[in-house]
């Protein structure tokens, strides 16, 4: 990718007080062996055939830039404080010890539910808030709205969100669904909605994709792309009335998703996540491999380790059919300082 050496210098600089707590070998066979072996540990890796990058590469599927205040000046982004988080302490009150937002809103499975697929490129900013937005518009509406919105349309036409496949800014996303509205769009090759994304899918063998290294599509410009839809471009736009990061706060993090639906979260990734398979997330060892974006819909416990419940973007095929579990409450490789949501404006039906 033409620019991505250019940000991962960047992305380098500012993470350059991020120290890897690597201790040993980090080929798949020493990281798969340390994690399996360890009588303590809360999770199982393996070899993920579905990830489109060999270990040399993993990197390219990090699309999360970091924090930029610059960039971020023309974004409406506002941070709920507690203050202002509807009565969040009453809402705490209320919170279950396991939560599930497929099982919360089951009129709006269709858009919760399926994992979607970045394909080779680094659009997890765009794929994840995508699809956020989709839950919470379908929720908001009481599932009358249950439509996939477009990560094609955010990735390729948000240009000052950062750079399609090579990274982006997750506020940048929410301020575009404020300012200009994003259409509808599927997954690939589906021809449902105005734009579906049009980059390949790997599928279950990542391995075919592993020389292929996709340029940003290029933005079909206040039109549908797919030529099989009929519905209009501009009444097919949707918006969000209000966009917002959340506190560094579990319960508050909690409370958002258990009265509005799934949230936009960034996390930093490690070598290990390469091979995570199963159980609950913690980091064991490797380097830093960048920034990514993906969707938390719920939470619980197992054995007494708390976790967030998370859907990624690399195809069911990957971890728990493409869900992972995470550590909760301890700001877990950052998986709790950089959260983002927004509430839809609902259509008119």
Avoid at 28 to 38: E, F, L, M, P, R
Avoid at 94 to 120: G, T, Y
Avoid at 177 to 201: D, K, L, M, W
Avoid at 300 to 321: D, H, I, M, Q, V
């Amino acid at each position: 990718m033409k620019k991505m050496l250019m940000f991962a210098v960047c992305f380098l600089a500012v993470l350059s007080v991020v120290v890897a707590k690597d201790s040993g070998g980090n080929g798949a066979a020493s990281i798969v062996n340390s994690v399996n072996s360890d009588p303590a540990s809360t999770w199982k890796a393996g070899h993920n055939n579905a990830i489109p990058v060999d270990q040399a590469n993993f990197g390219r599927l990090m699309g999360l830039l970091p924090r930029n205040r610059n960039a971020f000046k023309f974004a409406p982004i506002k941070y709920r404080a507690s203050a202002n988080n509807n009565n969040v302490n009453a809402i705490t009150d209320e919170l279950p010890e396991r939560f599930d937002a497929r099982e919360r809103w089951p009129m709006c499975n269709s858009v919760i539910a399926p994992i979607k697929d970045q394909s080779n490129c680094g659009s997890c900013w765009a794929v994840s808030a995508a699809s956020v937005f989709s839950d919470r518009l379908c929720i908001a509406s009481g599932g009358a709205v249950a439509k996939n919105l477009s990560a094609e349309h955010l990735n390729n036409c948000c240009y000052r969100c950062g750079h399609g496949c090579d990274g982006g800014f997750p506020e940048g996303a929410w301020a575009f669904f404020a300012r200009h509205g994003i259409v509808t769009g599927g997954a690939y090759g589906s021809n449902e909605g105005c734009q579906p994304y049009s980059i390949y899918s790997c599928g279950r063998n990542g391995k075919r994709c592993i020389d292929k290294d996709p340029d940003t599509p290029e933005c079909a410009v206040k039109t549908c792309s797919n030529s099989k839809y009929t519905g209009d471009y501009r009444a097919d736009l949707h918006y969000v009335k209000e966009a917002y990061s959340l506190p560094n706060s579990e319960e508050e993090i909690m409370a958002e998703i258990y009265k509005h639906g799934p949230v936009q979260a960034g996390f930093y990734v490690y070598t290990d996540f390469m091979y995570y398979k199963s159980g609950i997330y913690r980091y064991t060892r490797g380097e830093i491999e960048g920034g990514h974006a993906i969707k938390i819909i719920g939470w619980g416990a197992e054995n007494g380790t708390k976790y967030w419940l998370c859907a990624n973007s690399w195809t069911e095929y990957w971890g728990e059919k493409g869900l992972f579990r995470i550590i909760r409450g301890q700001d877990e490789c950052d998986i709790e300082g950089r959260v983002l949501a927004g509430l839809p404006r609902v259509p008119v039906q």
